[in-house]
Each structure stands twice: as structure tokens, then as C-alpha cells.
Nanobody, 121 residues
Framework: QVQLAESGGDLVRPGGSLRLSCAAS????????MGWYRQAPGKQRDLVAM???????NYGDAVKGRFTISRDNAKNTVSLEMNSLNPEDTAVYYC???????????????WGQGTQVTVSS
């Protein structure tokens, strides 16, 4: 079984910065894609950013130019550097990973429990 543990959520003022981290644990062959999604109250869960094992990235339109995703393949971690935060960034941020348990099985999707980010003065 694979577990994803997020950390770094906090209350931050508008214009501030925050760094989220997610660590995968368990027994598996490899993690192909890691990413961050967010869900604000009453809204759907949306893509924030994702990164492949070779470093290719994709960002949601709302965060382009402000957020940066990175990963450490050796440590099975993914981080999200968030700058110029505004109240619209307030949400629960979820880590997601596509995990391949063996080389001959397609990846399965795992989610973390989420970490709250609140942007408010």
C-alpha cells in the first residue's frame, strides 16, 4: 500500500509565500506522475500542477507564473513553491501520485489527505 503525506499548509497573508511538501511511502516500483490539486469550499477539485518523473511540468492557468512544482525521485517527494498568494488560492491542497507497483502493471492513482492553505489578512 502507498501512502502520501502532505505538509506545509498554513495561514498566510496576501502576497505571501508558502511551500508544500508531499512524501510517498510504501512498497512500489516507481512513481510516474506526481502533482497537486486543490479544492475550495463548494467547488470542484482542480489541477494546480503536475510533474513527470523526467521533470516535465504542467500548471493550472490560475497559478502559472506564481507556483513552481519540483520533485526528488530518489526520495519520492514532490514540493510546491507558492508565491504571490491571494485569497482565491485558499483551499485544501491534495497531493496525487500515479504509482506503479510492478513493471508490468499500469499505475494506480493515490491521494493524500490534504493540507489547508488559507490566504487572508
Amino acid at each position: 500500500q502507498v501512502q502520501l503525506a502532505e505538509s506545509g499548509g498554513d495561514l498566510v497573508r496576501p502576497g505571501g509565500s508558502l511551500r508544500l511538501s508531499c512524501a510517498a511511502s510504501g512498497t512500489f516500483y516507481q512513481i510516474t506522475i506526481m502533482g497537486w490539486y486543490r479544492q475550495a469550499p463548494g467547488k470542484q477539485r482542480d489541477l494546480v500542477a503536475m510533474i513527470t518523473s523526467d521533470g516535465s511540468t504542467n500548471y493550472g492557468d490560475a497559478v502559472k507564473g506564481r507556483f513552481t512544482i519540483s520533485r526528488d525521485n530518489a526520495k519520492n517527494t514532490v514540493s510546491l513553491e507558492m508565491n504571490s498568494l491571494n485569497p482565491e488560492d485558499t483551499a485544501v491542497y491534495y497531493c496525487r501520485a500515479h504509482v506503479q507497483s510492478t513493471p508490468d502493471i499500469l499505475p494506480s492513482v493515490y491521494w493524500g489527505q490534504g493540507t489547508q492553505v488559507t490566504v487572508s489578512s
